[in-house]
Protein backbone atom coordinates (compact mmCIF):
# COMPACT_ATOMS: atom_id res chain seq x y z
CA UNK A 1 0.00 0.00 0.00
CA UNK A 2 1.15 3.39 -0.82
CA UNK A 3 1.72 5.77 1.83
CA UNK A 4 2.66 9.87 1.32
CA UNK A 5 4.22 11.41 4.39
CA UNK A 6 3.24 14.84 5.63
CA UNK A 7 6.20 16.29 7.67
CA UNK A 8 7.04 19.50 9.68
CA UNK A 9 9.75 20.71 11.99
CA UNK A 10 9.88 22.44 14.98
CA UNK A 11 13.60 23.72 15.49
CA UNK A 12 15.11 24.95 19.16
CA UNK A 13 18.15 27.27 19.36
CA UNK A 14 19.69 28.53 22.26
CA UNK A 15 20.63 32.47 20.94
CA UNK A 16 24.27 33.95 21.29
CA UNK A 17 23.42 36.66 24.29
CA UNK A 18 25.67 37.90 27.45
CA UNK A 19 22.68 37.96 29.35
CA UNK A 20 19.55 35.00 30.20
CA UNK A 21 16.38 36.29 28.85
CA UNK A 22 14.59 37.87 31.67
CA UNK A 23 17.48 38.77 34.18
CA UNK A 24 21.18 39.37 34.26
CA UNK A 25 22.67 35.75 34.79
CA UNK A 26 25.25 35.09 32.56
CA UNK A 27 24.15 33.33 29.47
CA UNK A 28 27.43 30.70 28.95
CA UNK A 29 26.81 27.74 27.57
CA UNK A 30 29.92 26.29 28.08
CA UNK A 31 30.08 26.29 32.03
CA UNK A 32 30.56 23.16 33.62
CA UNK A 33 29.59 23.73 37.26
CA UNK A 34 26.11 22.95 38.10
CA UNK A 35 23.53 26.21 39.26
CA UNK A 36 26.75 29.00 38.89
CA UNK A 37 24.70 31.07 37.09
CA UNK A 38 21.43 30.99 38.44
CA UNK A 39 19.37 33.91 40.35
CA UNK A 40 15.93 34.15 42.01
CA UNK A 41 14.04 35.35 38.45
CA UNK A 42 15.37 32.49 36.88
CA UNK A 43 14.98 30.33 39.59
CA UNK A 44 11.13 31.51 39.69
CA UNK A 45 11.37 32.56 43.13
CA UNK A 46 8.01 34.44 43.92
CA UNK A 47 8.27 38.28 44.00
CA UNK A 48 10.62 38.39 41.37
CA UNK A 49 9.60 40.30 38.22
CA UNK A 50 11.02 39.49 35.10
CA UNK A 51 13.04 41.99 32.19
CA UNK A 52 12.90 41.51 28.51
CA UNK A 53 16.14 40.89 27.19
CA UNK A 54 16.33 43.61 24.24
CA UNK A 55 19.34 41.42 22.55
CA UNK A 56 17.43 38.59 22.23
CA UNK A 57 14.41 40.10 20.88
CA UNK A 58 16.53 41.91 18.09
CA UNK A 59 18.33 38.04 17.07
CA UNK A 60 15.01 36.68 16.46
CA UNK A 61 13.87 39.53 14.36
CA UNK A 62 17.00 39.30 12.32
CA UNK A 63 16.30 35.76 11.74
CA UNK A 64 13.27 36.24 10.31
CA UNK A 65 13.98 38.86 8.33
CA UNK A 66 16.49 36.69 6.53
CA UNK A 67 13.61 33.81 6.42
CA UNK A 68 11.48 36.16 4.60
CA UNK A 69 9.37 36.57 7.38
CA UNK A 70 7.05 39.47 8.21
CA UNK A 71 7.12 41.20 11.78
CA UNK A 72 4.46 41.45 14.30
CA UNK A 73 4.61 45.07 14.98
CA UNK A 74 2.47 43.82 18.17
CA UNK A 75 4.13 41.22 19.64
CA UNK A 76 3.71 39.74 23.76
CA UNK A 77 4.83 37.26 26.08
CA UNK A 78 2.20 34.66 27.31
CA UNK A 79 2.20 32.05 30.01
CA UNK A 80 2.97 28.40 29.22
CA UNK A 81 1.96 26.43 32.02
CA UNK A 82 3.14 22.95 32.59
CA UNK A 83 4.82 20.73 35.68
CA UNK A 84 8.19 19.71 35.18
CA UNK A 85 11.29 19.24 37.66
CA UNK A 86 13.45 21.76 35.42
CA UNK A 87 10.93 23.93 35.14
CA UNK A 88 10.92 25.73 38.59
CA UNK A 89 8.09 28.57 37.93
CA UNK A 90 5.48 25.45 36.83
CA UNK A 91 5.07 27.48 33.59
CA UNK A 92 7.06 29.00 30.77
CA UNK A 93 7.05 33.02 29.08
CA UNK A 94 6.61 31.89 25.77
CA UNK A 95 4.72 33.64 22.31
CA UNK A 96 1.24 31.98 21.39
CA UNK A 97 -1.08 34.22 19.42
CA UNK A 98 1.49 37.21 18.61
CA UNK A 99 4.70 35.85 17.83
CA UNK A 100 7.61 38.09 16.72
CA UNK A 101 7.71 36.67 13.73
CA UNK A 102 5.18 34.50 11.15
CA UNK A 103 4.47 33.87 7.17
CA UNK A 104 7.95 33.45 5.86
CA UNK A 105 9.79 30.70 4.13
CA UNK A 106 13.17 29.13 3.08
CA UNK A 107 14.16 27.81 -0.09
CA UNK A 108 15.85 24.69 -0.40
CA UNK A 109 19.38 24.92 -2.31
CA UNK A 110 19.05 21.49 -3.91
CA UNK A 111 15.90 21.71 -5.65
CA UNK A 112 14.81 24.93 -4.94
CA UNK A 113 11.88 23.69 -2.79
CA UNK A 114 10.10 26.29 -0.79
CA UNK A 115 9.26 25.64 2.65
CA UNK A 116 6.88 27.40 3.81
CA UNK A 117 7.64 28.69 8.14
CA UNK A 118 4.95 29.50 9.92
CA UNK A 119 6.33 31.28 12.88
CA UNK A 120 9.18 32.34 14.65
CA UNK A 121 8.50 32.92 18.15
CA UNK A 122 11.07 33.79 21.54
CA UNK A 123 10.72 31.53 25.26
CA UNK A 124 12.87 30.75 27.84
CA UNK A 125 14.59 27.71 28.34
CA UNK A 126 14.06 25.28 31.09
CA UNK A 127 16.90 23.57 32.78
CA UNK A 128 18.82 20.56 32.73
CA UNK A 129 18.17 17.05 34.34
CA UNK A 130 20.60 14.48 35.39
CA UNK A 131 19.65 11.01 36.05
CA UNK A 132 21.52 8.80 37.97
CA UNK A 133 22.21 5.58 36.39
CA UNK A 134 20.56 3.52 38.28
CA UNK A 135 17.08 5.45 38.07
CA UNK A 136 16.52 5.86 41.16
CA UNK A 137 17.11 9.80 41.25
CA UNK A 138 17.67 12.80 39.48
CA UNK A 139 19.33 16.03 39.65
CA UNK A 140 18.35 19.44 38.21
CA UNK A 141 21.04 21.86 36.92
CA UNK A 142 19.62 25.46 36.45
CA UNK A 143 22.27 27.02 34.55
CA UNK A 144 20.19 26.58 31.46
CA UNK A 145 16.37 28.06 33.38
CA UNK A 146 15.93 31.15 31.44
CA UNK A 147 18.58 30.76 28.36
CA UNK A 148 16.79 33.37 25.41
CA UNK A 149 15.42 30.33 23.28
CA UNK A 150 14.17 30.97 19.64
CA UNK A 151 11.58 28.51 17.81
CA UNK A 152 10.72 28.30 14.18
CA UNK A 153 7.91 26.27 12.91
CA UNK A 154 7.43 25.25 9.48
CA UNK A 155 4.10 24.52 7.50
CA UNK A 156 3.93 20.73 7.35
CA UNK A 157 5.66 21.46 3.57
CA UNK A 158 8.49 18.61 4.02
CA UNK A 159 8.06 15.19 2.08
CA UNK A 160 11.20 13.32 3.38
CA UNK A 161 13.84 13.12 5.75
CA UNK A 162 16.53 14.30 2.56
CA UNK A 163 14.70 17.22 2.93
CA UNK A 164 14.16 17.67 6.53
CA UNK A 165 17.65 17.36 7.12
CA UNK A 166 18.74 19.75 4.29
CA UNK A 167 16.25 22.41 5.99
CA UNK A 168 17.66 22.18 9.32
CA UNK A 169 21.34 22.13 7.61
CA UNK A 170 20.75 25.54 5.98
CA UNK A 171 19.08 27.03 9.17
CA UNK A 172 22.03 25.80 10.70
CA UNK A 173 24.02 27.61 7.78
CA UNK A 174 22.37 31.00 8.81
CA UNK A 175 21.99 31.31 12.08
CA UNK A 176 25.50 31.04 12.11
CA UNK A 177 26.45 33.69 9.78
CA UNK A 178 23.85 36.00 11.55
CA UNK A 179 25.72 35.17 14.83
CA UNK A 180 22.33 34.51 16.06
CA UNK A 181 23.06 31.38 17.58
CA UNK A 182 25.99 28.72 17.52
CA UNK A 183 23.82 26.39 16.57
CA UNK A 184 25.64 23.08 17.66
CA UNK A 185 23.88 20.16 18.18
CA UNK A 186 25.72 18.17 19.87
CA UNK A 187 25.52 20.41 22.66
CA UNK A 188 22.23 21.20 22.55
CA UNK A 189 22.39 24.71 21.36
CA UNK A 190 20.19 23.87 18.41
CA UNK A 191 17.45 20.61 18.93
CA UNK A 192 14.81 19.23 15.81
CA UNK A 193 11.47 18.23 16.87
CA UNK A 194 9.51 16.72 13.69
CA UNK A 195 6.24 15.99 13.15
CA UNK A 196 5.07 12.80 11.17
CA UNK A 197 1.74 11.73 9.60
CA UNK A 198 0.81 9.22 7.05
CA UNK A 199 -1.93 9.18 4.52
CA UNK A 200 -2.61 7.14 1.32
CA UNK A 201 -2.23 9.05 -1.72
CA UNK A 202 -4.93 11.57 -2.28
CA UNK A 203 -6.64 11.04 1.66
CA UNK A 204 -6.87 13.30 4.20
CA UNK A 205 -3.70 14.19 6.55
CA UNK A 206 -3.27 11.15 9.04
CA UNK A 207 -2.62 11.50 13.16
CA UNK A 208 0.75 13.72 13.76
CA UNK A 209 3.10 12.16 15.96
CA UNK A 210 5.56 14.47 17.21
CA UNK A 211 9.94 12.78 17.49
CA UNK A 212 11.01 15.05 20.60
CA UNK A 213 14.47 16.37 21.21
CA UNK A 214 16.54 15.31 17.69
CA UNK A 215 20.43 16.01 18.93
CA UNK A 216 22.20 15.38 15.35
CA UNK A 217 21.33 15.56 11.98
CA UNK A 218 21.57 11.59 11.58
CA UNK A 219 18.54 11.17 14.48
CA UNK A 220 16.65 14.06 12.39
CA UNK A 221 17.16 11.62 9.07
CA UNK A 222 16.89 7.83 10.54
CA UNK A 223 13.98 8.76 13.41
CA UNK A 224 11.71 10.00 10.31
CA UNK A 225 12.64 6.92 8.53
CA UNK A 226 11.94 4.40 10.75
CA UNK A 227 8.86 6.38 12.10
CA UNK A 228 7.47 6.51 8.74
CA UNK A 229 7.95 2.73 8.39
CA UNK A 230 6.11 2.43 11.80
CA UNK A 231 2.97 4.18 11.14
CA UNK A 232 2.53 1.92 8.02
CA UNK A 233 2.95 -0.89 9.87
CA UNK A 234 0.53 0.13 12.38
CA UNK A 235 -1.95 0.66 9.33
CA UNK A 236 -1.39 -1.98 7.45
CA UNK A 237 -2.57 -4.42 10.81
CA UNK A 238 -5.36 -2.52 11.13
CA UNK A 239 -4.23 -0.29 14.17
CA UNK A 240 -5.10 3.57 14.60
CA UNK A 241 -2.11 5.79 15.05
CA UNK A 242 -2.23 7.33 18.62
CA UNK A 243 -1.60 11.67 18.69
CA UNK A 244 1.56 11.43 20.86
CA UNK A 245 4.84 12.53 21.88
CA UNK A 246 8.11 10.36 20.69
CA UNK A 247 11.59 10.04 21.57
CA UNK A 248 14.43 8.69 19.59
CA UNK A 249 16.72 5.53 20.68
CA UNK A 250 19.85 5.79 18.73
CA UNK A 251 21.06 2.32 19.45
CA UNK A 252 17.94 0.55 19.15
CA UNK A 253 17.03 2.63 15.81
CA UNK A 254 13.70 2.87 16.60
CA UNK A 255 11.23 5.71 18.59
CA UNK A 256 9.56 5.08 21.91
CA UNK A 257 6.52 6.28 23.41
CA UNK A 258 6.90 8.95 25.81
CA UNK A 259 3.23 10.74 26.40
CA UNK A 260 0.26 11.98 24.88
CA UNK A 261 0.82 14.85 22.95
CA UNK A 262 -0.54 17.75 24.96
CA UNK A 263 -3.05 20.29 22.56
CA UNK A 264 -2.89 24.38 22.97
CA UNK A 265 -5.17 24.57 25.40
CA UNK A 266 -3.68 21.91 27.82
CA UNK A 267 -0.72 24.73 28.63
CA UNK A 268 -3.70 27.41 29.31
CA UNK A 269 -2.16 29.95 27.98
CA UNK A 270 -2.33 33.31 28.88
CA UNK A 271 -0.86 36.81 28.34
CA UNK A 272 2.30 37.50 30.55
CA UNK A 273 0.98 39.97 33.54
CA UNK A 274 4.73 40.69 34.18
CA UNK A 275 5.96 42.21 30.94
CA UNK A 276 4.31 44.83 28.57
CA UNK A 277 3.81 43.94 25.10
CA UNK A 278 6.62 44.80 22.42
CA UNK A 279 5.84 47.68 19.52
CA UNK A 280 7.92 48.07 17.00
CA UNK A 281 7.98 50.60 13.98
CA UNK A 282 9.13 50.47 10.42
CA UNK A 283 12.37 52.59 11.36
CA UNK A 284 13.40 50.13 13.77
CA UNK A 285 12.56 46.69 11.84
CA UNK A 286 14.27 48.55 9.16
CA UNK A 287 17.50 48.82 11.20
CA UNK A 288 17.74 45.30 11.93
CA UNK A 289 16.81 44.25 8.37
CA UNK A 290 19.93 46.61 7.56
CA UNK A 291 22.34 44.70 9.64
CA UNK A 292 21.89 41.71 8.17
CA UNK A 293 25.08 40.37 6.79
CA UNK A 294 25.81 38.41 3.87
CA UNK A 295 23.48 34.87 4.08
CA UNK A 296 24.86 31.39 2.84
CA UNK A 297 22.90 31.70 -0.54
CA UNK A 298 24.46 34.60 -1.36
CA UNK A 299 27.45 33.53 -0.13
CA UNK A 300 27.12 30.65 -2.67
CA UNK A 301 26.60 32.51 -5.77
CA UNK A 302 29.34 34.89 -4.98
CA UNK A 303 31.90 31.96 -4.26
CA UNK A 304 31.07 30.66 -7.10
CA UNK A 305 31.21 33.38 -9.88
CA UNK A 306 34.37 35.42 -7.77
CA UNK A 307 36.32 32.17 -7.29
CA UNK A 308 35.10 29.78 -10.15
CA UNK A 309 35.17 27.04 -7.71
CA UNK A 310 32.94 23.65 -7.58
CA UNK A 311 29.62 23.53 -5.44
CA UNK A 312 31.04 20.57 -3.66
CA UNK A 313 33.96 22.98 -2.88
CA UNK A 314 31.88 25.82 -2.33
CA UNK A 315 29.64 23.66 0.37
CA UNK A 316 32.46 22.43 2.26
CA UNK A 317 33.54 26.09 2.91
CA UNK A 318 30.35 28.06 3.94
CA UNK A 319 29.41 24.98 6.20
CA UNK A 320 31.77 26.34 8.52
CA UNK A 321 31.99 30.41 9.02
CA UNK A 322 35.52 30.42 10.32
CA UNK A 323 37.09 28.59 7.62
CA UNK A 324 35.03 30.55 4.63
CA UNK A 325 36.20 33.68 6.67
CA UNK A 326 39.55 32.66 6.66
CA UNK A 327 39.50 31.49 2.91
CA UNK A 328 39.00 34.79 1.95
CA UNK A 329 40.68 36.71 3.84
CA UNK A 330 44.16 34.29 2.36
CA UNK A 331 42.96 35.07 -0.66
CA UNK A 332 42.74 38.57 -0.10
CA UNK A 333 46.03 38.81 1.60
CA UNK A 334 47.69 36.62 -1.66
CA UNK A 335 46.03 38.75 -4.25
CA UNK A 336 48.52 41.63 -2.26
CA UNK A 337 51.65 39.12 -3.02
CA UNK A 338 50.94 37.85 -6.57
CA UNK A 339 48.52 39.71 -8.52
CA UNK A 340 46.95 36.31 -10.11
CA UNK A 341 46.24 35.06 -6.67
CA UNK A 342 45.22 31.32 -6.25
CA UNK A 343 42.02 30.45 -4.73
CA UNK A 344 42.12 26.74 -5.42
CA UNK A 345 45.22 26.08 -3.26
CA UNK A 346 43.81 28.56 -0.66
CA UNK A 347 41.33 25.98 -0.56
CA UNK A 348 43.54 22.79 -1.12
CA UNK A 349 45.47 23.98 2.15
CA UNK A 350 42.25 24.86 4.30
CA UNK A 351 40.96 21.84 3.60
CA UNK A 352 43.53 19.50 3.64
CA UNK A 353 46.53 20.12 5.74
CA UNK A 354 44.98 22.70 8.06
CA UNK A 355 42.21 20.15 8.36
CA UNK A 356 45.01 17.70 9.60
CA UNK A 357 46.66 19.85 12.11
CA UNK A 358 42.99 20.49 13.53
CA UNK A 359 42.27 16.98 14.12
CA UNK A 360 46.02 16.12 15.36
CA UNK A 361 46.48 19.19 17.77
CA UNK A 362 42.81 18.79 18.99
CA UNK A 363 42.56 22.74 18.27
CA UNK A 364 40.14 24.60 15.45
CA UNK A 365 41.43 26.77 13.20
CA UNK A 366 40.17 29.83 14.86
CA UNK A 367 41.69 29.07 18.45
CA UNK A 368 44.85 28.45 16.32
CA UNK A 369 47.57 30.90 16.12
CA UNK A 370 47.54 30.67 11.96
CA UNK A 371 46.72 34.17 10.04
CA UNK A 372 45.52 34.73 7.21
CA UNK A 373 48.26 36.39 5.83
CA UNK A 374 50.52 33.34 7.07
CA UNK A 375 48.95 30.74 4.76
CA UNK A 376 48.74 33.45 2.12
CA UNK A 377 53.11 33.63 2.39
CA UNK A 378 53.37 29.70 2.34
CA UNK A 379 51.25 29.40 -1.00
CA UNK A 380 53.02 32.64 -2.28
CA UNK A 381 56.82 30.86 -1.52
CA UNK A 382 55.35 27.57 -2.65
CA UNK A 383 54.12 29.03 -6.23
CA UNK A 384 57.38 31.41 -6.59
CA UNK A 385 59.23 28.18 -5.79
CA UNK A 386 61.17 29.60 -2.95
CA UNK A 387 59.96 26.49 -1.09
CA UNK A 388 59.05 22.87 -1.22
CA UNK A 389 55.80 21.17 -0.58
CA UNK A 390 57.61 19.47 2.41
CA UNK A 391 58.90 22.14 3.84
CA UNK A 392 55.38 24.42 3.46
CA UNK A 393 53.56 21.54 5.53
CA UNK A 394 56.40 21.71 8.05
CA UNK A 395 56.04 25.67 8.07
CA UNK A 396 52.11 25.75 7.93
CA UNK A 397 52.44 23.19 11.12
CA UNK A 398 54.83 25.46 13.04
CA UNK A 399 52.79 28.83 12.40
CA UNK A 400 49.32 27.20 13.28
CA UNK A 401 50.76 25.99 16.77
CA UNK A 402 53.30 28.83 17.34
CA UNK A 403 51.79 32.19 14.75
CA UNK A 404 55.15 33.11 14.10
CA UNK A 405 55.85 34.38 10.66
CA UNK A 406 56.60 31.99 7.90
CA UNK A 407 59.36 34.49 6.86
CA UNK A 408 61.09 34.39 10.15
CA UNK A 409 60.48 30.39 10.37
CA UNK A 410 62.37 30.26 6.85
CA UNK A 411 65.07 32.51 7.31
CA UNK A 412 65.70 31.49 10.82
CA UNK A 413 65.42 27.49 9.98
CA UNK A 414 67.33 27.87 6.35
CA UNK A 415 64.80 26.38 4.91
CA UNK A 416 64.64 28.53 1.18
CA UNK A 417 64.86 26.28 -1.72
CA UNK A 418 67.83 25.11 -3.60
CA UNK A 419 67.95 25.33 -7.16
CA UNK A 420 71.06 26.21 -7.62
CA UNK A 421 72.63 23.18 -9.85
CA UNK A 422 76.21 23.61 -8.77
CA UNK A 423 74.79 23.20 -4.96
CA UNK A 424 72.93 20.47 -5.50
CA UNK A 425 75.21 18.44 -7.75
CA UNK A 426 76.87 17.25 -4.89
CA UNK A 427 74.23 15.49 -3.03
CA UNK A 428 72.78 14.19 -5.59
CA UNK A 429 75.40 12.34 -7.08
CA UNK A 430 75.97 10.93 -3.08
CA UNK A 431 72.59 9.24 -3.55
CA UNK A 432 73.52 7.42 -7.12
CA UNK A 433 76.62 6.53 -5.36
CA UNK A 434 74.69 4.38 -2.55
CA UNK A 435 71.74 3.36 -4.63
CA UNK A 436 73.44 1.36 -7.70
CA UNK A 437 70.78 -0.99 -8.13
CA UNK A 438 67.90 1.53 -8.11
CA UNK A 439 70.35 3.04 -10.56
CA UNK A 440 70.68 0.27 -12.97
CA UNK A 441 66.90 0.02 -12.36
CA UNK A 442 66.16 3.01 -13.62
CA UNK A 443 68.36 2.45 -16.89
CA UNK A 444 66.65 -0.67 -17.07
CA UNK A 445 63.28 1.04 -18.02
CA UNK A 446 61.69 1.34 -14.50
CA UNK A 447 60.14 5.05 -14.01
CA UNK A 448 59.14 4.34 -10.27
CA UNK A 449 63.17 4.27 -9.99
CA UNK A 450 63.72 8.21 -10.25
CA UNK A 451 60.63 8.90 -8.36
CA UNK A 452 62.46 6.91 -5.51
CA UNK A 453 65.55 8.63 -6.19
CA UNK A 454 64.47 12.18 -6.10
CA UNK A 455 63.21 11.36 -2.48
CA UNK A 456 66.23 10.50 -1.41
CA UNK A 457 67.56 13.59 -2.49
CA UNK A 458 65.23 15.92 -0.91
CA UNK A 459 65.24 13.96 2.43
CA UNK A 460 69.01 14.23 1.87
CA UNK A 461 68.66 18.28 1.61
CA UNK A 462 66.19 18.26 4.45
CA UNK A 463 63.33 18.96 1.89
CA UNK A 464 64.88 22.06 0.47
CA UNK A 465 65.94 21.08 -3.15
CA UNK A 466 63.57 22.05 -5.83
CA UNK A 467 62.24 18.71 -7.27
CA UNK A 468 62.21 19.65 -10.54
CA UNK A 469 65.97 20.54 -10.52
CA UNK A 470 66.57 17.80 -9.02
CA UNK A 471 64.91 15.39 -10.91
CA UNK A 472 66.45 16.88 -14.13
CA UNK A 473 70.03 16.69 -12.50
CA UNK A 474 69.51 13.48 -11.83
CA UNK A 475 67.80 12.00 -15.34
CA UNK A 476 71.33 14.43 -16.63
CA UNK A 477 73.67 12.45 -14.66
CA UNK A 478 72.22 9.32 -15.04
CA UNK A 479 72.37 9.16 -18.73
CA UNK A 480 75.87 10.16 -18.77
Known sequence: ??????????????LLTQTKMFCDCNNDPLEIKPNVNICPICL??????????????????KTGLALNCKINKFSKFDRKNYFYP?????????????????????ILPSNGKKVRITRIHLEEDTGRLAHS??????????????VPLMELVTEPDIANADEAVEFAREFQLILRSLKASDADMEKGHMRVEVNISIAKEGKPLGTKVEIKNLNSFRAVFGSIGCEIQRQEEELEGGKKIAQETRGWD????????????EEAHDYRYFPEPDLPPMIFDDQY???????????????????????????????LLISDVNFSDFFEKSVSELKELDIKGNPETIYNYLTSDIKGIESDKKINLNQSKLEPKHLAQIVYLLSSDKISSRVAKDVLAKSFETGESPDNIIKEEGLLQVSNENELELAIKEV????????????NGKENALQFLVGQAMAKTRGKANPKVVKELLMKLLSS
Open 285 to 315: INEIKNSISELPEQKRKRFSSDYNLSDTQIE
Open 44 to 61: GHPGTLPKINKEAVDLVI
Open 1 to 14: MSYKPTIGLEIHSE
Open 432 to 443: IEKNDKVCDDYK
Open 86 to 106: DLPKAYQISQYDKPLCFDGYL
Open 250 to 261: DVKQRTISQRLK
Open 133 to 146: VDGKHSLVDFNRAG
